[in-house]
């Protein structure tokens, strides 16, 4: 039972474009949201998070955006760079419970 | 400076080995996580604990054993069991269990034959 869901396996953007990726969850309990990014043969590294009680939680170049009755999220980063290329997961969790549960993960590769 | 640190970086073993994983934190938080990853798959959770001594079961437990008897440290073992161990393994730790912030290791590769 896949909670969380990334139905794009891969993305592919010029630089300077933006980048949309998209995070669909099932469970209505989560009510906080997080976005890791990982290189390859890197462990992931925390980008962004929102609370439930938030629709939309921005940090420089990177913007989420949550839609709570659609049971989506979001992940806009405006502009994108070369160096944003690389597979992002998004993750969700109850503030009770005890654990994230990630989905799949996008792959994003920016063209210069 | 604080962080996760996971080694080997890569590990080879025959078929029918047990093997074990180090994982080690000086962050000094209580929630430590084992995930496995694989191709075209997202981060699955396999073990967790949120206190020294204790310990639950993830998503993908079977052929997998943790222990948990000091605060920094969050061994992983592959047993015989596992049908399929050649993966990616990732080790987090969060100051606590739930949804706070899970700081990753740098992963070890381990390849069974």
């Known amino acids: 039972d896949q909670q969380v869901k990334q139905n794009s396996p891969s993305l592919s953007v010029q630089e300077g474009r933006i980048s949309i990726l998209n995070c669909d969850y099932t469970n209505s309990m989560f009510d906080y949201f997080l976005w890791y990014k990982k290189y390859p043969a890197e462990g992931p590294t925390f980008l962004i998070s929102?609370?439930?009680?938030?629709d939309k939680n921005e940090d420089g170049r990177f913007t989420v955006f949550l839609n709570k009755s659609a049971k989506h999220l979001s992940l806009h980063i405006v502009p994108s760079q070369p160096g944003d290329s690389a597979v992002y997961f998004c993750?969700?969790?109850?503030?009770?419970?005890?654990?994230?549960?990630f989905g799949e993960g996008t792959q994003l590769t920016v063209n210069p | 400076d604080g962080g996760i640190t996971q080694s080997p970086k890569y590990l080879f073993r025959k078929e029918g080995q047990n093997v074990t994983l180090s994982c080690e934190q000086n962050?000094?938080?209580?929630?430590m996580y084992w995930y496995r990853q694989d191709p075209g798959q997202g981060l699955r959770l396999i073990y967790y604990s949120q206190i020294v001594n204790d310990f639950q079961k993830g998503d993908i437990a079977e052929g997998y054993s943790v222990s948990r008897e000091k605060k920094e440290s969050f061994p992983l073992t592959v047993t015989s069991a596992q049908k399929n161990p050649t993966a990616f393994y990732l080790c987090?730790?969060?100051?606590?269990?739930?949804?706070?912030?899970?700081?990753f290791g740098p992963g070890t590769r381990l390849t069974v034959t």
């Open positions: 993750a969700a969790s109850q503030t009770s419970g005890s654990r994230l549960t």
């Open positions: 987090a730790s969060s100051i606590r269990g739930g949804y706070y912030e899970q700081y």
């Open positions: 962050l000094n938080h209580d929630a």
């Open positions: 929102i609370s439930s009680i938030k």
